[in-house]
């Protein structure tokens, strides 16, 4: 069965990065491509971007632009997602999901806390 | 501020029939046929229950259906039941550089 398991949770302080993966297993991973999705505290969703298993492109939300990198090893089938600089509010989970196009997510990893606080 | 507008909450009771709205523009919910939607329940992750519009994935019931007008895309849930309690996102592909948006999200309540 599908599945994609990320990393544990991680407090980090202002001003530093963060890289959470995000492992799969269950399917040909470099057939489908991988999305980020974060959610702040009692807020919605919100897209950070997506990329290509297969190829390595990606597609990121503008505001994150310059501060985001998502990559893959096909060799472990494991997604990563770096953030840097963090801020304050950048303290949300932050999850994966397997992403057949950008726009459409059918499988999610568990999740991953990230707070940032001095 | 959420770029596609959601209800903040709806309700109905066992059996009855709902629909949520997710309102966009041309250049997102109007313009292309890639809203999806995600059932979440609090404290786990976001379940895909609605693709291209109307597409239902492998294994989420019929009770649930989608459709769009113009710039607006709905969500329906028919015979409500107990577990439907969650709440529901819309998502769209955009033009602009933000490729993909969220609505704000509504929380579904059977009475």
């Known amino acids: 069965q599908v599945q994609l398991v990320q990393s544990g949770a991680e407090v980090k302080k202002p001003g530093a990065s963060v890289k959470v993966s995000c492992k799969a297993s269950g399917y040909t991973f470099t057939s489908y491509g991988i999305s980020w999705v974060r959610q702040a505290p009692g807020q919605g969703l919100e897209w950070m971007g997506w990329i290509s298993a297969y190829n390595g492109n990606t597609n990121y939300a503008q505001k994150l632009q310059g501060r985001v990198t998502m990559t893959t090893d096909t060799s472990t089938s494991t997604a990563y997602m770096e953030l840097r600089s963090l801020r304050s509010d950048d303290t949300a989970v932050y999850y994966c999901?397997?992403?057949?196009?950008?726009?459409?997510?059918?499988?999610w990893g568990q999740g991953t806390l990230v707070t940032v606080s001095s | 501020q959420s770029a596609l507008t959601q209800p903040a909450s709806v309700s109905g009771s066992p059996g009855q029939s709902i629909t949520i709205s997710c309102t966009g523009t041309?250049?997102?919910?109007?313009?292309?046929?890639?809203v999806s939607w995600y059932q979440q329940h609090p404290g786990k992750a976001p379940k895909l229950m609605i693709y291209?519009?109307?597409n239902r994935p492998s294994g989420v019931s019929n009770r649930f259906s989608g459709s769009k007008s113009g710039n607006t895309a709905s969500l329906t849930i028919s015979g409500l039941q107990a577990e439907d309690e969650a709440d529901y996102y819309c998502?769209?592909?955009?033009?602009?550089?933000?490729?993909?948006?969220f609505g704000g999200g509504t929380k579904l309540t059977v009475l």
């Open positions: 999901a397997r992403g057949s196009t950008v726009t459409t997510s059918d499988y």
């Open positions: 291209d519009v109307s």
């Open positions: 041309s250049s997102d919910v109007g313009g292309y046929n890639y």
């Open positions: 998502s769209s592909y955009t033009s602009s550089s933000t490729y993909v948006v």
